[in-house]
């Protein structure tokens, strides 16, 4: 059936309308995101010259580095990054010893404050020596020396020695092929003897060829009163009355010989931590004309 004229008009208008109205959002929709001037105003360029802003650096507050704190041995041990702790190495002992800091870095005038001056560090002798014997072979006895006072005596196996708690358990003179004290290689007669502590048990060997040590070190060190000085021997831990001051030998050092001690007084006066080093040895008095 075929459509009549007035279908034809009617589906035509409608097909011009729907056209017309899509039209008219899209240019509506397109216009609303275009961003307008301000009302009664037209957009102007500007005609300044470009300048480029300064490049400054940002300011900062200034920082402040927090104290550090003490380490479990004590107030004295507190490092901190940019001082780390002097590690020293003892040969003889085989072990390390921390210094506490600040201790390596004092200045000549305040070593020269201390009471005491180093003279040497030193192994410490055993009390008793072995420096000879007397008698013949089956009939010999050791020739001892007390370190302290330097006494000799004469005295075998199972003697006891009470001023020293020690007691002589064994004495005994062999001949030996290693080289003696002086160099040559031939065979001499040594004596030996073993001695034992009566307070901790320890057993020591004394030989007549050779100096026995106890494997302590010992600072000697000199005090000067009225122009005339005194040396005095103080093991790590001993403490030393001059004057109105106390000096406690807290760290000794063979190689190279060093002694921290701990310089103390009445109060306020705080304790002062200081590091020796053995003096510059002295010249002998000049002789006199008349000598």
């Avoid at 330097?150 to 708690?165: I, Q, S, T, W, Y």
């Avoid at 030998?249 to 190689?255: A, F, G, K």
Wanted: glycine letters at 8%; proline letters at 9%; aromatic letters at 6%.
């Amino acid at each position: 059936m075929r459509a009549s004229i007035w279908d034809k008009l009617l589906l035509g208008s409608t097909l011009a309308a729907a056209l017309a109205s899509s039209t008219w959002f899209g240019w509506l929709g397109h216009e609303s995101g275009r961003p307008h001037p301000p009302s009664g105003s037209r957009a102007r360029m500007s005609t300044a010259r470009y300048v480029p802003a300064k490049d400054e650096p940002a300011r900062r507050e200034a920082g402040h580095w927090f104290q550090p704190r003490a380490q479990s041995r004590g107030p004295g041990w507190n490092y901190e990054i940019f001082t780390p702790p002097e590690i020293f190495y003892d040969g003889e002992t085989k072990q390390f010893a921390v210094a506490l800091p600040g201790k390596a870095v004092e200045s000549a005038e305040e070593a020269e404050t201390a009471p005491i001056e180093l003279v040497a560090v030193i192994p410490e002798l055993f009390p008793l020596q072995l420096v000879g014997y007397v008698g013949g072979a089956g009939h010999c006895l050791g020739s001892f020396e007390t370190t302290a006072t330097g006494a000799l005596f004469l005295a075998g196996a199972r003697r006891l020695v009470p001023e020293l708690n020690l007691e002589i358990t064994d004495f005994a003179v062999q001949r030996t092929d290693e080289p003696a004290a002086g160099g040559t290689g031939a065979a001499h007669m040594v004596a030996t003897a073993m001695v034992r502590d009566l307070r901790s048990g320890r057993v020591t060997r004394l030989a007549s060829d050779e100096r026995t040590y106890t494997g302590e070190l010992l600072a000697m060190v000199a005090t000067e009163e009225d122009d005339e000085e005194t040396l005095h021997e103080l093991r790590q831990g001993q403490e030393l009355q001059v004057a109105a001051e106390t000096c406690t030998i807290d760290r000794l050092q063979r190689e190279p010989p060093v002694a921290e001690i701990t310089v103390t007084r009445a109060a306020p006066v705080p304790p002062r931590q200081m590091t020796l080093t053995p003096r510059m040895p002295r010249a002998p008095p000049a002789a006199s004309p008349l000598d």
